[in-house]
């Protein structure tokens, strides 16, 4: 068989070498030909290109005797990027497409000869591993001929080019095993071994050939070489475009796996390599619009892994989105995904450009929604989430902002709770900026603490965090007041967790606004301080209207006597101008004299009047004064007192709470102290934790991987001191009482009394610790609630819970 082989190996190689004598000697013929009508014809410059002369054409066939004298133009193995030339120039722009054709035909000359070369070494290899390679290829299990060929490309790409295009053949099969498993392989290869890191493919044409001698330095064997790789990276990007052009199928068909693994191949192309990116990024972003709503989701995951790899995409990322957002056959769902993409971007002041145009895209969006008051989806959630984020990264005109006041507050009235939150968190943030916080903000705010929605919402410690921001910069210390009773009123019909962060909130409000801590100790004094002030207004007010009665009585006998001394120097100087002037002159200085004493005494009696009636006026208005200040007063002093016993009232009411941690922090609240707590409670005092430790379990340490910072953090509890022992292991019970939360003292004083109970010695042994009776038995537990009921295992009322 050997023998056989061999034969007709020899026969083979005699007949290429035949074949190859007689093209070389039709090539001959041509050229004279082409010789000699050139010769008759115009200039040869006008033909040929300097660079493709005559010379040229015999070195190509001179390489073609090379070549058949076993010879490689580049040698087998290693990758074929390392024999690439980097350092070229740039094209130049003036290179004719006759020039590139006639390099193309050489170039794809050189190629096939080395490829058919290595075949022909290949096939005379009889070495077990050659002979095992050939053997799988042609009857191996399909695992198996994948990897030989992945294997063989690996080997030597270039001269294995026939079995690349093998395996892209493959992926275009309508079995979708096959066509997915020679799509894994063939990724592998584009990123291991294939594609370059840092450029792009270039096409044959986009080469320096007018300085093709002038790089190689005249050498022929460095030109063909040139010319061969040249056209390889040419091969390879057509290649590629198929390969993407099959994986593109296969994102599109009916199976959801083979849709997932078809987007894992774009995904991790586009992030490895810049080949063909932007076809590749289309493609990405077009799954966002899947009828499947976990491709959608992947597709959306997938963007933002993009993103936080590539941060300098973000805004190329974001108007690839846009388009799909504004596709008309789009689907509500999808618009849904690629909004929540976008708003996990990771924004920072460098990117005014971008959030300005996420602003935009969330506007309109927001606006198209309310129009057609599709307002109880995710939808509008999701926009108010994007703009809150990106607001404060972004250059926006107030009109911009202003144009929505009226639709954003109208939405938090109007929609469900979470999305009124958004609402109040953008106008918060919206105002803070300007330094304005207007009262129409508090009023929905103070509403929105009424919601009913609030008891079962995922969003307490947003809401209480946007609640703490906003009383702590309000400067209308009643208003403050009116929030902290609604919030303690709220408190009555909510969960322990949600109580204790609010008590908390309190506390801390009380630290800031020394006004507010007057709410615990204000109630029985004020209305006391209130009365005297009345009674001080209403004598200042009566010595006022005495004060002006005596003053009117004063002016009206001043006038009086003034007028009484005119008339009498009047009458004296008129006797003495009678004495001296005629009858008729007394008669009239007579008459002038009682007419004057009677204008005088009328006017000092008219005075008199006005001065008492003005008098009289003025002590009316002064008591009429007095008694409304009073009545204003008292009124005060009475809902004063209402507020201040009011919040006496819940807070007492909160002291007696169930749970010792609201009864602890009630306490602390209403002997005037802080609380003083560093955990969350609306995470440590929820009814699942304590189902958890009632049961021995500690919460699993779970790590999850956050694609963006944007992204909510993971739900899992992670406990820390004392709350991260078991209940029942000997570290815990060898604290002390003091240093165990109180919704804990229980499990403490149980497991240490157990713990006493096994250390008697019963018929001289000791119980072993894990045996069954060491487990929890009902008598034994029936037993000691008995106990705590009667009082015989007291309650350590003066514990500090936030140790």
């Given at each position: 068989m050997r023998e056989k082989k061999k034969s007709d190996t020899k026969k083979s190689s005699t007949e290429t070498e035949k074949s190859g004598i007689k093209d070389t000697k039709s090539k001959a013929k041509t050229k004279s030909v082409d010789g000699d009508k050139t010769s008759k014809g115009?200039?040869?410059?006008?033909?040929?290109h300097p660079?493709?002369?005559?010379?040229?054409?015999?070195?190509?066939?001179?390489?073609?005797?090379?070549?058949?004298?076993?010879?490689?133009?580049?040698?087998p193995g290693g990758k074929w990027l390392d024999e690439s030339f980097e350092n070229d120039p740039v094209v130049s722009t003036d290179i004719s497409s006759q020039l590139v054709e006639k390099y193309r035909v050489m170039a794809e000359k050189l190629f096939h000869n080395d490829v058919s070369l290595y075949t022909e070494k290949k096939s005379e290899d009889t070495s077990g591993s050659s002979a095992w390679i050939q053997t799988v290829i042609s009857s191996g299990t399909l695992g198996d001929k994948i990897a030989a060929l992945s294997s063989m490309v690996q080997n030597s790409p270039i001269h294995n080019a026939p079995k690349l295009d093998t395996m892209i053949n493959m992926c275009k099969k309508k079995g979708r095993r096959e066509a997915l498993m020679a799509m894994e392989s063939l990724k592998d290869l584009w990123i291991s071994e294939l594609l370059p890191d840092n450029r792009k493919l270039r096409k044959f044409s986009r080469h320096p050939f007018d300085q093709l001698s002038k790089i190689t330095g005249g050498n022929k064997t460095a030109k063909n070489k040139r010319l061969l790789l040249w056209y390889f990276e040419d091969f390879l990007k057509k290649k590629y475009e198929e390969y993407l052009e099959a994986?593109?199928?296969?994102?599109?068909?009916?199976?959801?796996?083979?849709?997932?693994?078809?987007?894992?191949?774009?995904?991790?192309?586009?992030?490895?390599?810049?080949?063909?990116e932007k076809y590749l990024l289309s493609q990405l972003v077009n799954k966002v619009g899947d009828p499947d709503y976990k491709i959608a989701a992947r597709t959306?995951?997938?963007?933002?892994?993009?993103?936080?790899?590539?941060?300098?995409?973000?805004?190329?990322?974001?108007?690839?989105?846009?388009?799909?957002?504004?596709?008309?056959?789009?689907?509500?769902?999808?618009?849904?995904?690629?909004?929540?993409?976008?708003?996990?971007?990771?924004?920072?002041?460098?990117?005014?450009?971008?959030?300005?145009?996420?602003?935009?895209?969330?506007?309109?969006?927001?606006?198209?929604?309310?129009?057609?008051?599709?307002?109880?989806?995710?939808?509008?959630s999701a926009l108010l989430t994007g703009v809150?984020?990106?607001?404060?990264?972004?250059?926006?005109?107030?009109?911009?902002?202003?144009?929505?006041?009226?639709?954003?507050?109208?939405?938090?009235?109007?929609?469900?709770?979470?999305t009124g939150l958004q609402a109040l968190m953008l106008l918060h943030q919206v105002m803070d900026?300007?330094?304005?916080?207007?009262?129409?903000?508090?009023?929905?705010?103070y509403k929105k603490l009424a919601d009913s929605e609030l008891k079962n919402s995922p969003k307490q410690e947003m809401f209480l965090n946007l609640l703490f921001k906003s009383l702590k910069a309000d400067m209308v210390l009643q208003r403050v007041k009116a929030f902290v009773k609604r919030l303690l009123q709220v408190c009555s019909c909510q969960q322990p967790s949600f109580v204790c962060a609010s008590l908390f909130l309190v506390s801390e409000l009380f630290r800031l606004k020394d006004g507010l801590k007057a709410l615990s100790r204000v109630a029985d004094r004020m209305p006391q301080q209130l009365c005297r002030l009345v009674l001080v207004t209403a004598k200042v007010s009566n010595l006022y209207a005495s004060i002006t009665a005596i003053d009117c009585n004063l002016y009206a006998s001043v006038t009086a006597i003034d007028c009484n001394l005119y008339a009498s120097v009047t009458a004296t100087v008129c006797s003495l101008y009678a004495s001296v002037m005629l009858h008729i002159t007394a008669t009239v200085c007579s008459l002038y004299a009682s007419v004057t004493a009677t204008v005088c005494s009328l006017y000092a009696s008219v005075t008199a009047t006005v001065c008492n009636l003005y008098a009289s006026i003025t002590a009316t208005v002064c008591s009429l004064y007095a008694s409304v200040t009073a009545t204003v007063c008292s009124l005060y002093a009475s809902v004063t007192a209402t507020d201040c016993n009011l919040y006496a009232s819940v807070t007492a009411t909160l002291a007696g709470h169930y749970h010792p941690s609201v009864s602890h922090f009630a306490n602390t609240l209403l002997n005037d102290q802080y609380v003083r707590y560093t955990g969350n409670p609306l995470q440590d005092f929820t009814l699942i934790r304590f189902l958890d430790r009632f049961v021995y379990r500690n919460p699993k340490k779970t790590i999850t991987e956050r694609v963006s910072v944007m992204q909510p953090k993971s739900k899992s509890y992670q406990p820390s001191g004392v709350r991260s022992l078991l209940v029942n292991s000997e570290e815990f019970m060898q604290k002390a009482e003091s240093e165990v939360p109180l919704d804990e003292v229980f499990f403490h004083r149980y497991f240490s009394k157990k713990e006493e109970k096994k250390k008697v010695v019963v018929k001289g042994d000791i119980e072993d610790e894990d045996s069954d009776a060491s487990s929890v038995e009902d008598e034994e537990f029936d037993e000691y609630l008995d106990e705590l009921e009667t009082g015989e295992i007291g309650v350590d009322k003066n514990v500090d819970f936030a140790r």
């Open positions: 115009k200039k040869v410059s006008d033909v040929q660079e493709v002369s005559s010379t040229t054409l015999s070195t190509a066939v001179s390489t073609n005797k090379d070549v058949h004298g076993k010879k490689y133009l580049v040698q994986v593109k199928l296969l994102s599109h068909d009916t199976v959801a796996a083979v849709k997932s693994s078809a987007l894992s191949a774009i995904y991790e192309l586009l992030v490895q390599k810049p080949e063909q959306s995951h997938l963007l933002g892994k993009l993103v936080a790899a590539h941060p300098q995409m973000k805004l190329v990322v974001a108007e690839e989105v846009e388009t799909v957002l504004y596709r008309p056959n789009i689907g509500v769902k999808a618009q849904y995904y690629a909004v929540c993409f976008l708003n996990q971007f990771v924004l920072s002041h460098d990117e005014p450009e971008l959030a300005a145009k996420l602003i935009s895209i969330y506007f309109a969006f927001f606006n198209a929604f309310v129009k057609k008051k599709e307002i109880d989806g995710k939808m509008l809150n984020r990106a607001y404060p990264f972004a250059k926006v005109d107030d009109e911009t902002v202003n144009a929505q006041m009226d639709t954003i507050f109208r939405v938090i009235h109007i929609a469900p709770f979470q900026a300007r330094q304005a916080m207007s009262d129409r903000y508090y009023m929905a705010l």
